[in-house]
């Protein structure tokens, strides 16, 4: 990584230090225009690229040892998994549920515990859909949306708010 990419991991890693006391079992992932910038329609051989801040944080989020996961409904998860693999970042997901779908990602959330056994309300996820934002937040899960991709304002704001809400549920108990 560069100087740009470890000031980012760096910051990254005092966000994740500043929410250590409630930190998400599992961190979902969708692809498209949340950790790259455009749809993997393209073909296989077109060099991919992530959002500027995607790989530090991920970085950091691995060094943290917590766990990530992806849910994309692209039509084409054949290239999704070969970008994943030529940016040498598919071995840092637990799970890839990468299929199309008109569920607005429940299913793949629904495989995605039943693969883990992560509950919904230990998982933190960022996708660019609002729909996507809507229907996963239902099941439990603390959804951010995304922008401009995954950047540390992003991430600033998803562990807060699955601080925020871990902590309100564990004082109903």
């Known amino acids: 990584m560069g100087d740009t990419d470890d000031k980012v991991k760096s910051e990254a890693l005092q ?3 500043q929410h250590s006391h409630n930190l998400p079992a599992l961190v979902v992932f969708d692809l498209d225009y949340t950790l ?3 749809y993997c329609e393209y073909e296989e051989d077109d060099m991919p690229y992530l959002y500027p ?4 944080i991920l970085h950091a989020l691995k ?3 917590i766990s990530m996961a992806v ?3 692209s039509p084409t998860s054949d290239v999704a998994k070969s970008f994943l693999q030529t940016l040498g970042i598919s071995s840092f997901f637990v799970t ?3 299929f199309s779908s008109w569920t607005h990602k429940t299913e793949h959330f629904q495989r995605i515990h039943a693969t ?3 509950p919904f309300t230990s998982m933190l996820f ?3 859909e609002d729909r996507n934002i809507h229907a996963v937040s239902k099941m439990g899960v603390t959804s951010i949306l995304v922008g401009n991709g995954v950047n540390l304002g992003a991430l600033r704001q998803g562990l807060s708010e699955f601080a925020g809400k871990s902590a309100s549920s564990s004082r109903r108990v």
Do not use: Y
């Open 126 to 128: 960022f996708d660019d």
């Open 71 to 73: 849910a994309s409904r």
């Open 53 to 56: 801040q995607a790989l530090p």
């Open 116 to 118: 883990t056994g992560v």
């Open 96 to 98: 890839q549920e990468i």
């Open 36 to 38: 790259w910038p455009f």
């Open 15 to 17: 966000i994740i230090a």
């Open 63 to 65: 060094q943290n040892g």
